[in-house]
């Protein structure tokens, strides 16, 4: 099923950034990234050492933030405190989103709705439904029970 591979996307911390690839991707030099990772901010993964650095898609994503940071004005060192704690909280949203997504559907290249799946407190489903035109989230709850048309959710919505 296609949602399998979406949560295991959204638990996949193997994709492999090369350290040029990362320096352009971010804006931050090759030199930059290989004095934070002296520092301990950030680490490449063990290749052979005749290769050049590889980062982890968390590396990844933490670099950017700290470098957003950095753009607002926060030492490296209060930078990196920051985007620690922004990366904990993303670890935690991905591994819950992972296990709770059920459905994803797509409508009129405009429309995105999400099932998060049955409540067991009252037998009914949640559906989050995004509006790219708008950037609008409207919130559905509908019985298990009830054949869910998700064109009639956005027509609601």
Known sequence: M????????LKNDHLLVGISELSELVGVSP?????????GFIQSVETDSTGPRKYRLPTV??????????DEGYTLTKAVEKAT???QKMHHVRKVFSKCIKEIELFDQRYTAISFGDFKEDDSQIYIIHDDETDELTYKIVPVAENVDIKELIREA
């Open 2 to 9: 296609i949602y399998n591979h979406l949560k295991e996307l």
């Open 31 to 39: 030199r930059q990234l290989r004095y934070w990772e002296t520092k």
């Open 61 to 70: 994503d933490k670099v950017e933030i700290i470098k957003q940071y950095l």
């Open 85 to 87: 704690a922004h990366i």
